[in-house]
């Protein structure tokens, strides 16, 4: 079965520390996204990509890269890691805009940075 | 200004009655689609129920219904005959014609609890 993925679960770091959190899709869909999950504000976009080597920057993309070397991953990385990036991210893809627009979320990524 | 709004943070219900999660969403496009996520204690986001702008029946998959008020700008999530499972957060999202690729803008979010 298709699936989303993302590694690590779980992570511990410190200030200052760059950190990559891996999301990877079977579904062969082009579009993928990352979003943070904080108290009181539901999920918010960070980056996002349509396609391979197209990236954008969503609401919150301050901190935080991505890049779209292949149609399966799109890594996302924090060049150096603050405490406000505390958060639980999810990667999510979705087919094209013909369909209903679904996404597909991975099991989401807790992340603390002391 | 936030185009989804939740106005509920928290709600409890009576397992076997009805409840109805409000979700209120705000843009000038005629073209959009509606969506409903459940995000249990585990974690996971779990896609429940979709809405088109242009679908003329409210939506409806098993327990779950849409109230679709268009004029009203609401897309209220009905749960029939509530079960202790149903317990979870609960995410109303919008996607906007202008994004080809289906970028959702979600809600705060309304955590429901069943009660036995």
């Known amino acids: 079965d298709a699936e989303i993925t993302q590694s690590p679960r779980h992570k511990i770091t410190e200030t200052g520390r760059q950190v990559t959190l891996a999301c990877h899709q079977t579904?062969?869909?082009?579009?993928m996204f990352w979003y943070r999950q904080d108290l009181g504000h539901g999920l918010r976009l960070i980056h996002y990509?349509?396609?391979?080597?197209?990236?954008n920057k969503g609401e919150v993309s301050d901190g935080y890269s991505v890049s779209r070397s292949n149609t399966e991953d799109l890594p996302l990385t924090l060049e150096s890691a603050a405490s406000s990036q505390t958060s639980v991210y999810f990667c999510?893809?979705?087919?094209?805009?013909?369909?209903?627009?679904?996404?597909?979320f991975g099991e989401g990524s807790r992340l603390t940075v002391l | 200004a936030q185009k989804i709004t939740q106005t509920q943070p928290g709600m409890f219900v009576q397992e076997k009655e009805a409840v109805t999660l409000d979700c209120t969403y705000d843009?000038?496009?005629?073209?959009?689609?509606l969506f409903w996520y459940k995000q249990p204690s585990s974690g996971e986001m779990i896609f429940l129920i979709y809405?088109?702008?242009?679908?003329?029946q409210n939506a409806t998959e098993g327990r779950y219904s849409l109230n679709f008020q268009k004029a009203r700008k609401s897309a209220n999530l009905v749960i029939s005959a509530s079960q202790l499972g149903d317990s979870a957060m609960y995410f109303c999202?919008?996607?906007?014609?202008?994004?080809?690729?289906?970028?959702?803008?979600f809600g705060g979010g309304t955590r429901l609890m069943v009660k036995p």
């Open positions: 809405q088109g702008s242009y679908d003329q």
């Open positions: 999510a893809s979705s087919a094209g805009a013909e369909e209903t627009g679904e996404l597909f």
């Open positions: 843009t000038s496009d005629p073209s959009y689609g």
């Open positions: 579904w062969n869909h082009n579009n």
């Open positions: 999202a919008m996607r906007e014609p202008n994004n080809a690729g289906n970028m959702l803008t």
């Open positions: 990509s349509y396609g391979v080597h197209d990236t």
